[in-house]
């Protein structure tokens, strides 16, 4: 089975990370036995150059849509969604299908979804600027609907009233062109769960995150500066596991997961986890990103963590392998 690897100017932003973790992946890949290329699309004209002559047998996409944006994911309103023309050219790849990757990509569809299938999510709320605020209730958290790895979450983004609320909102629309997500502000422990395969050979594995109390400013939020410098830490679940296992599992179900996705929870202050995202392509930085830190915790081998994530790659190739029937 050969796999052609997708990436481009936006997957870093939108995906598993940079050309090196590429690389990371493709190796992986290689050594168990899948030849792997990486094809980098810097423009739609390069993708379907790729996609019309097809001489691969599965992708496995770092990017939700093509587009030169290196910092933000975006919107891309009027731009290619690489599974829209995958789905219409019936060609197998790696990850949900195109209505779900859009749906998970948008915050707010992701709490409509989930909460229309009786999953925890925050009280929640779409706010562009003029729009009436009445519903909400403070503090609140505002946040990119769009957005990952915390781009735009910042101290400012708690919000005890009308004015620091449309202030915060005025500042979303300004930097990233998209509206606002406004939730309840959860107050507890972080967590995330790895989540690999499908149906009944689904696996959830839960995990703590973690920083050290003095990287905090006002409030222990994961602000932007916080991910990508390894401040965070991942550790098991502990008491939490079986009520983190059961709500990301019913989370996948809600939304049509596929193969390998990353959901995010916090605590509310009630003490009741709440799903707050659902990261359709998790970062794969080996030793760093979380999901190879959470496999490490559940399948930790005699050979290390390089090992781990050579199956941690596998897992998710062979998930889609089983799926498509290839």
Not at 207 to 220: C, F, I, P, T
Not at 232 to 252: F, H, K, Q, V
Request: proline share 5%; aromatic share 8%; net charge negative.
């Amino acid at each position: 089975m050969r796999i052609v690897l997708l990436t481009g100017p936006g997957g870093d932003a939108q995906g598993w990370g940079d050309m090196k973790v590429t690389e990371s992946i493709r190796e992986a890949a290689e050594s168990l036995g899948y030849p792997a290329r990486i094809a980098y699309v810097a423009e739609e004209a390069d993708f379907f150059r790729l996609i019309d002559r097809p001489d691969f047998d599965i992708v496995w996409s770092a990017l939700y849509h093509i587009t030169p944006n290196e910092k933000f994911i975006g919107r891309n309103a009027a731009g290619t969604w690489v599974a829209d023309e995958l789905d219409a050219r019936r060609i197998p790849y790696i990850g949900s299908d195109s209505r779900t990757m859009k749906a998970m990509i948008d915050k707010y569809q992701t709490h409509e979804i989930l909460a229309a299938g009786g999953v925890a999510v925050p009280a929640h709320v779409l706010v562009r600027t003029g729009d009436d605020v009445t519903p909400v209730t403070y503090p609140a958290f505002v946040k990119p609907i769009c957005e990952s790895r915390s781009v735009g979450i910042s101290d400012e983004s708690v919000v005890h009233n009308e004015e620091e609320l449309r202030r915060r909102v005025a500042y979303i629309e300004g930097e990233f062109d998209q509206p606002a997500l406004v939730e309840e502000f959860l107050p507890g422990d972080e967590y995330t769960a790895l989540v690999l395969g499908n149906g009944e050979t689904r696996e959830c594995l839960p995990g703590l995150v973690s920083v050290e109390d003095r990287h905090y400013k006002n409030y222990r939020i994961l602000r932007t500066d916080l991910r990508g410098v390894g401040l965070t830490r991942i550790s098991l679940a502990g008491e939490r596991t079986e009520e983190a296992r059961r709500l990301t599992d019913r989370a996948a179900e809600a939304m049509g997961c596929l193969d390998n996705v990353r959901i995010d929870m916090r605590v509310d202050a009630a003490g009741r986890l709440r799903i707050i995202e659902v990261n359709g392509i998790p970062g794969l930085k080996p030793h760093k990103s979380w999901a190879p830190q959470i496999y490490t915790l559940y399948h930790a081998s005699p050979l290390g963590e390089d090992e781990d994530y050579r199956r941690l790659i596998g897992a998710i190739v062979e998930s889609a392998r089983r799926r498509y029937g290839l």
